[in-house]
């Protein structure tokens, strides 16, 4: 195709838009994925660590494993200037930074990939994409079908939807054909009022259904693999309640700092960075009753009722049930690493929580008195995600009599990231002539198990959101009915008198405050 001239001449790429070819569908990739069609990705905030980091890396992963659409091709906006030369430049330094280093395919990938510079407060900039996204469109025959990711600071979520409504890039092509996502990275706003707010400036232009909301956590496979645990084996649901659990424990611990997140981190803090999404999405999948039919509606409508179901904090209580910390200075894999206040771009006196404790009761019949303890931290001990079903004790110990003491309760571990595994505790007798008791564990890893087809969050996030499957993001009902819970206890923590009272420091390195330890620990 010609380079264009006069006023379209200031738009570069299309003229050199090129589709990724995709070979015959690699034998074992879900049939569904067959259905995805063709598409173009605008990714708004490409310059930023998330495109580098995880977006880039997984779309590389499906163009390797033969996942994406035909035609397919990638927009990168931001604010910097750069030809897309440039911006392929980059994004081949981001796959190699991800060990991603095929050259030819890298290449190939990379032919794909365009860029447009545009400033996110300026509507010209937004027709000017307007005007680019039809050309190459044509030019790749996508059919009027775009995904907008915002990967942007969640401030520019607003002026952006909105912007790109004006422009009319909200709504496919003035004949209503193709179709448009949006996909908003979390944070969906910062309390409940924030986050109302925000859906309704993304309502006035987009419809639920063109609504991606991202939490990665329901995109990881053990993740996905609760439901199907809990519900595809008949021997553990009649075990699932107050009457033979005793508590659940639920944590996703780092040992990763803020990083060079601070910016954000500093307005965020870990309840809203990790429990408002990832810590309520895992609670609710451990809770919730069985959809009769596994359909995005349907399973979101049981989660929702979950969080629905929490009991208010008892705000002048809030230190028996919630415990709040920040790391001090101290060791990680045998690295000396600094505290929270002393890492780049932390304010000296910061009371930002990078870690807390939350112990919640679900309000129904089956979890009455069950109580759920939530744990997320950043430089602890271990990089952990992982659900603990605690079961009761036996009711009657049969053995005392020979064996003293207590018998070690079963547990149940869903082990979620890094330890992909299910571990349940039991008891048996310890071979020999000596009547003892000892702990054994049926163990299952998926890695033994499930060495091909794995597929990272990121992607699978990807390929839903182009074959429009909400099962796996939020529905807004859901964003408000946690906010409603969390903003509360969010109010009470940064506006009450003590509040560096009730901040507890802790040791990198460790499992966080030991006032939490004490309530963990506790009988
Ligand atoms: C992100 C948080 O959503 O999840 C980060 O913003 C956190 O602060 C990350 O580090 C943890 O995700 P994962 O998949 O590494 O457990």
Redesign the pocket.
Known sequence: MPASKGKDAILPGPAMAKCIPVPDRKAGTEPREESIEPCILVILGATGDLTSRKLMPALFHLYLSKRLPQPFSIVGCGRTVLDDDQFRGSMSGALHDAGLTDREDTAGFLSSVHYLALQYDDLASFERLAAYLGKLDREICAGHSTLFYLALPPALYAPVVEKLGQVRLASGDERGRGRIRLVVE?PFGRDLASAVKLDRTIHEYFQEKQIFRI???LA?ETVQNILMFRFANAIFEPLWNRRYIDSVRIS?T?T?G??H?AG??EQ?G?VR??FQ??MMQLLALTAMEPPSVFEAERVRDEKIKVHRSLRPFQVDAIKEDLILGQYESGTINGQKVLSYRKEQGVADHSLTPTYAMMKLYVENWRWQGVPFFLVSG?RLAE?K?EISIRFKPVPHSMFSNILGGKITANQLILG??PDERIKLTFQTKTPGARLSLQSVVMDFHYQERCTDNQTE?YEKVLLDCMLGDQMLFWRQDGVEACWAFLTPILSECESCSDKAKMLHFYESGRWGPSAAEKILNAP
Do not use: F, G, W
């Open positions: 979390k939490d990665h956590y990881k996703a780092e990763l803020v990083e997140r954000y981190y965020t870990v960075d990790m999404n990832h950043k990089k995600s979620i990231y969050a």
